[in-house]
Nanobody, 125 residues
């Protein structure tokens, strides 16, 4: 079992920044890779960012490249998402999720076995 708890969401003006955190725990956590997804009202859940299974490469959806940065603190099992230059279209519930290493497709939500409860990010004009 893997447990994921997100924090850091909130309300921010367009152009502003927010930092999301995901605290991960569980006996088998080292066998998993954690990433971020988001879901806006009326839309499907969308991949945002993650690491490769080896951990050496970061992947981002096109719309956030250059604005979002994913990072991790391996010692404390924390995954962060730094979001800069936020836009109205970034408004969504953000989820961290864990997929088994070397398994599935990093951008496909069906490849992820565990999910956090989500944190709301609202960008206002």
């Amino acid at each position: 079992q893997v447990q994921l708890v997100e924090s850091g969401g909130g309300l921010v003006q367009a152009g502003g920044s927010l930092r999301l955190s995901c605290a991960a725990s569980g006996r088998t956590f080292t066998s998993y890779v954690v990433g971020w997804f988001r879901q806006a009202p009326g839309k499907e859940r969308e991949f945002v960012a993650t690491f490769s299974s080896a951990g050496s490469i970061t992947y981002y959806t096109e719309s956030v490249k250059g604005r979002f940065t994913i990072s991790r603190d391996n010692a404390n099992n924390i995954l962060d998402l730094q979001m800069n230059s936020l836009k109205l279209e970034d408004t969504a519930v953000y989820y961290c999720a864990a997929r088994r290493r070397y398994s599935g497709t990093y951008s496909d939500s069906r490849s992820y076995n565990y999910w956090g409860q989500g944190t709301q990010v609202t960008v206002s004009s």
